[in-house]
């Protein structure tokens, strides 16, 4: 009934003008509708996510002031990059980025996973991935990651069905990732996010294809995608391949979030650059891989 009502509310600040009250007010009635799951996560938060555990993020704060860094997706087009170029640069991998280590030895400085499918389904691969930094959501401390693991606050209210403001505001940008880091559909953001944290001034971005196709075989289980033959959507068959569920991209959602982090980028004179060979993202300025990789 309470949702009715604030639903009404918020259709009428609009039609006489209010919208930007109805904006500012929105995050004290969500949290004032949505009391117990907030007050779920916070309990969760204060269990997996200590004062040590913050320490640990803020080490990183400005220590590559300045400086270039790769931020590595996992399209198709990962396979015409010379990775090889990469090696006197920082970069940033995601999920199931080890696969692509067995083709070619490729290791990323940084690696991060946030979405629960790929934590669920390749666990004894993510803890036994010698990377020297891996970041994960402090939900994950459950999950016995020990090796290497630092653990980081994220606000994931962007997955909440009932956080439904208007979708230019319905999303955050941290400026302290020490303290806190905002979901935004894709695991890229939450390492744009760090990478400001971290001091670089110059991101690039390779693999970031931007190109999903539904297969045939694949069953879609509401939000869930469960795939019965290869993957075409990533630099491996075998990522999302025979028997492994994944969660719908949702690529409607995830500009937004691109959106957001140029905006922010921007006034922070941090330039971010789309070095992917091909692909279909054009939120972000491109440039040419083997012109800056040379």
């Not at 400086?67 to 170029?85: A, F, H, Q, R, Y």
Request: aromatic letters at 18%.
């Amino acid at each position: 009934m309470l949702k009715i009502i604030f639903n009404i509310l918020k259709k009428i600040y609009k039609f006489i003008g209010f919208n930007k009250f109805a904006l500012l007010n929105y995050y004290s009635v969500f949290y004032f509708l949505n009391y117990k799951k907030n007050k779920n996560e916070l309990k969760i938060k204060r269990i997996n996510f200590n004062k040590l555990d913050r320490q640990k993020i803020d080490y990183f704060k400005n220590k590559y002031s300045n400086e270039s860094c790769v931020i590595v997706g996992n399209g198709p087009s990962l396979n015409k990059t010379d990775m090889s170029k990469l090696h006197n640069i920082k970069t940033f991998g995601v999920n199931s980025i080890f696969l692509m280590s067995e083709k070619n030895s490729f290791k990323p400085s940084f690696y991060m996973v946030e979405d629960r499918l790929v934590m669920k389904q390749n666990l004894k691969e993510i803890n036994e991935y010698d990377i020297e930094y891996k970041f994960f959501p402090h939900f994950y401390k459950k999950e016995g990651l020990y090796k290497n693991s630092l653990f980081f606050n994220m606000d994931s209210r962007f997955y909440r069905d009932e956080y439904n403001i208007l979708k230019n505001t319905n999303i955050k940008f941290s400026d302290n990732f020490a303290k806190v880091a905002y979901a935004g559909q894709t695991v890229t953001y939450l390492n744009m996010q760090l990478a400001y944290f971290m001091g670089f001034k110059n991101i690039y971005l390779i693999g970031v294809d931007f190109d999903y196709v539904l297969p045939k075989d694949v069953i879609k289980k509401g939000k869930v995608w469960e795939s019965h033959g290869d993957d075409p959507n990533h630099f491996d068959p075998r990522y999302f391949g025979k028997g492994i569920e994944s969660n719908d991209p949702q690529l409607h959602k995830t500009i937004i979030a691109y959106r957001k982090a140029r905006e922010f980028l921007e006034k922070n004179n941090v330039k971010i650059v789309n070095l992917t060979k091909g692909g279909k993202l054009e939120v972000f300025e491109r440039g040419i891989y083997d012109e800056v990789f040379n």
